[in-house]
Each structure stands twice: as structure tokens, then as C-alpha cells.
């Protein structure tokens, strides 16, 4: 294999792994040699991910977890050490969105749970990974952050809020941790037709054709991201290789305009 993507005994854990990104992500790594721990709200999916990845020959467990509990993140990582004995790698990937709303009319309730999921679950993984990663003296975390993280659109501030605090999270985390070997990113993307966008109210009332028109209009490639393209951004950004980026929001948006 080639050893810029070569994830050989690499430890990596991802949240929301059951679907969209962090499902492609670890399938993506697992046939590249990682050996994985996927933490989910949605255990029955991530149970049978695991299974199907073991089937294949690799090594992967799999552990309900909502990101919102700190006890949850916390034995996450635990687990990573007492199965593997290290952890290496770290996708802090689960997500929530909500619906386009006027910025008036986003209920408290609604801003409130982005901010226990998207910003809180980000956090709460990064403390427990960044105690495991230096007592090993190394580590990687990849945050999913979003275009929403460094630009705006209209009707989705209280995702844009959140993931800007991921991007707060993520290069507060890189300036204190480079100069004990730990690395931390995020990844930007652009709207991508995982289920959050493919199922999202706007796809469901218009049709995701529809949908995707008035979605990729400010973007130079005329079209959202499909999941595996983006997801592939990824594996290349994780590669452990790639041994001198840090501090960095990378945008995978095929060229989307944004303030
Ligand atoms: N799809 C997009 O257009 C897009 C664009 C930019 C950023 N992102 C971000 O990428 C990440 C992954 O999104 P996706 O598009 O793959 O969505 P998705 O809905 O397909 O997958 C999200 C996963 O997170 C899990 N999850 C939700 N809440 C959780 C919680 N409290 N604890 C643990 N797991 C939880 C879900 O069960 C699901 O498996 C999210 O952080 C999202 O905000 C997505």
C-alpha cells in the first residue's frame, strides 16, 4: 500500500459514524489498515458497521455514545485504549443541522442543541482524546466543522454559530498542542447530499434535484458534494503522512462563494 494513505495500526476513533461522513470514513480507513472505534446515538447501526467491518477482516468495535455526554466521550476513548492500547486518530464528525429558519424565528431550543451537540460534543471528545494523545506524546484530531464554520448563508445561524466555535475549538486546541506533537484540523465542507442534506426538510418538500439547484447556486461547480468525494477529502487530509498541517479549516466546497 501506498504509505501516504497507509493507516497500518493506527488507532481511530469517529463519532457519528453510522452514517454519512463518519460511515465513509471508516470504511475508508478500516480498508486501509486502521483499526477503528465508532461511537453513535444510533447504536444498532454502528453495531452492524462494526460486524460487517470484522466480516471483511478488519478490526473495528463499536459504542453507543451521544457526543452531548461528557461520560459518553470520555468512555469513548477508553475504550480505544483498553481494545488498542493507544489512540492516534480522532474525527470528531457528529452533527446535527436544522431546518432554514429566519434568524428571528430560530427557537432557544433549537439553538441550544446545536450548541450541545455541534460545539459541546466537540469539545468534550478533544479534552478526553488530548489527555489520551499526551500521555503517548502524539496525536491527530479532525474536527467537522463547515463552510458555515468560516463563511454564512442565509437561514442556518445557529449551525453557522456552532460550527464557528468548532473552528474556535479547533485552532485554540492546534496553538496550545503543537509543540507536544498533537495536530489538530478541521474540515470545512460544503453542502453534500449525505442523508443530513438528501433527507433534510428543503429535499423532502422540493425533491433533492430541486433542492440541490437552489443549494448549489453559489457555488463555481454547480452542484453539491457527494458524500464519498468529500469524505475522500478527508482521508487524504488524515493521511499520517501528511505530519505538518495543523491549526487548519480546509473548505471542500466545489468552489462555493461565501462571505
Ligand atoms: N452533509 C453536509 O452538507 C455537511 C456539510 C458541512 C458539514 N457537515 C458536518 O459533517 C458531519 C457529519 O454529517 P453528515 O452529513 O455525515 O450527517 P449524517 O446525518 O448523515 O450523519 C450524522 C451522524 O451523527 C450521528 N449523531 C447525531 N447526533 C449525535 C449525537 N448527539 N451523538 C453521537 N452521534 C450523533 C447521527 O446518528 C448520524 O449517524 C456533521 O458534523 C455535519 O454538521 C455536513
Keep these: ?38 461511537g453513535d446515538v444510533n447504536e444498532a447501526a454502528i453495531e452492524s458497521l462494526a460486524a460487517k467491518l470484522r466480516s471483511e477482516g478488519r478490526e473495528a468495535v463499536a459504542q453507543m455514545c451521544n457526543v452531548a455526554l461528557e461520560e459518553d466521550c470520555q468512555r469513548l476513548v477508553a475504550t480505544a485504549v483498553d481494545t488498542f492500547g493507544r489512540l492516534d486518530i480522532a474525527v470528531n464528525n457528529a452533527g446535527i443541522s436544522h431546518d432554514f429558519t429566519p434568524f428571528e424565528e430560530i427557537e432557544q431550543s433549537v439553538w441550544t442543541r446545536q450548541w450541545e451537540v455541534n460545539v459541546n460534543g466537540v469539545q468534550y471528545g478533544m479534552k478526553h482524546q488530548i ?20 463563511g454564512a448563508a442565509p437561514g442556518i445561524a445557529a449551525y453557522g454559530a456552532a460550527k464557528h466555535a468548532v473552528v474556535g475549538l479547533t485552532k485554540s486546541a492546534a496553538a496550545e498542542l503543537g509543540a507536544v506533537n498533537i495536530r489538530v484540523n478541521a474540515a470545512c465542507p460544503f453542502f453534500t447530499l449525505t442523508p443530513m ?63
Design 197 to 259: 442534506v438528501a433527507e433534510s426538510s428543503i429535499a423532502v418538500q422540493k425533491g433533492v434535484a430541486a433542492a440541490e439547484s437552489v443549494l448549489s447556486r453559489g457555488c463555481v461547480m454547480k452542484r453539491l458534494g457527494q458524500p464519498d468525494e468529500v469524505a475522500n477529502a478527508m482521508i487524504l487530509l488524515l493521511s499520517p503522512a501528511n505530519t505538518y498541517m495543523t491549526g487548519q479549516c480546509i473548505a471542500i466546497n466545489g468552489g462555493a462563494l461565501s462571505l
Design 1 to 38: 500500500m501506498d504509505s501516504l494513505l497507509d493507516f497500518t495500526n493506527q488507532t481511530v476513533l469517529i463519532t457519528g459514524a453510522a452514517s454519512g461522513f463518519g460511515k465513509l470514513i471508516a470504511e475508508g480507513l478500516a480498508q486501509r489498515g486502521a483499526k477503528l472505534v465508532l
Design 131 to 150: 489527555a489520551q494523545m499526551k500521555r503517548q506524546g502524539s496525536g491527530n484530531i479532525l474536527n467537522l466543522s463547515s463552510m458555515a464554520g468560516i
